[in-house]
């Protein structure tokens, strides 16, 4: 059985409803820990980055990006006990690292029911040590294998990689010319951790870029820029990360 509390943070963008979740987990303070609350995506997604959450009471409906969307943004997977009052989004919400579904109201027995979902599973062992693997250099060579296929492939042809819920999608291109693209189950902040600094930058929470293939630059509504691919694919680099890419790629 568990032993140690649940970090939790409760994203719901109604007042009323965000503080009644609050104080019914009040009820379950030897199982989970609130770490705090968020009214919408953009809050929500700086306080998991902050706090790095082992569980979220997520609402889908949000002001800006929903539910799924800040999942899909963020680059590991916390479980997820969804709160909504829409029943129809019940059978997408388990492509993530579902617990529960409650639908709103949230009655308290429904509640403890997802508290007992989360407490009944036994702890996990403990992984063993690994090694580190050595960090990638611009002549390595990276063998993928996504369902029946199979790639080995030059770091210098990997034009971008995007995170994509619990995987990477790496876009590559073929010695024929064509751009194909394979997933991974890892997250985009282990494969930086692997890569070239001198030729992948990490353009925003969402994508590495390999400099080499960045075709167009041009300054971006959002005060960032936008890269053109070589493959013609637009990518925004964030404001953060705009300043880094501008000194890389200047004498």
């Given at each position: ?130 090694e580190a693997k050595p ?59 692997r890569l070239p600094a ?54």
């Open positions: 059985m568990r032993t140690s509390k649940l970090r939790a943070l409760v994203i719901e963008d109604s007042r009323l409803a965000r503080e009644g979740l609050v104080r019914m987990l009040g009820a379950f303070t030897d199982q989970i820990e609130v770490l705090g609350q968020a009214d919408n995506a953009d809050n929500a997604r700086i306080l998991i980055e902050q706090l790095r959450p082992d569980l979220l009471f997520l609402d889908i409906h949000m002001p800006g990006d929903s539910g799924f969307e800040l999942l899909e943004k963020l680059d590991y997977t916390p479980r997820i006990v969804f709160t909504t009052a829409f029943s129809e989004h019940a059978i997408r919400s388990f492509d993530f690292n579902t617990v529960d579904y409650l639908l709103k109201p949230i009655s308290p027995l429904r509640l403890a029911q997802a508290v007992a979902k989360l407490s009944s599973e036994p702890d996990a062992e403990p992984a063993p040590a690994l960090a990638l250099d611009l002549n390595s060579k990276i063998f993928i294998k996504d369902g029946d296929h199979c790639h080995l492939l030059a770091l210098p042809s990997i034009l971008y990689i995007e995170s994509c819920k619990n995987y990477v999608r790496v876009f590559f291109t073929q010695p024929a010319g064509d751009t194909k693209n394979a997933y991974v189950k890892k997250s985009l902040n282990q494969i930086e951790d001198q030729l992948f930058f990490r353009a925003s929470r969402q994508h590495l870029v390999n400099l080499q293939a960045i075709k167009a630059i041009a300054e971006s509504i959002r005060e960032g820029f936008e890269i053109t691919m070589i493959d013609g694919k637009r990518l925004e680099v964030s404001r953060r990360n705009a300043a880094e890419l501008k000194e890389l790629l200047s004498f």
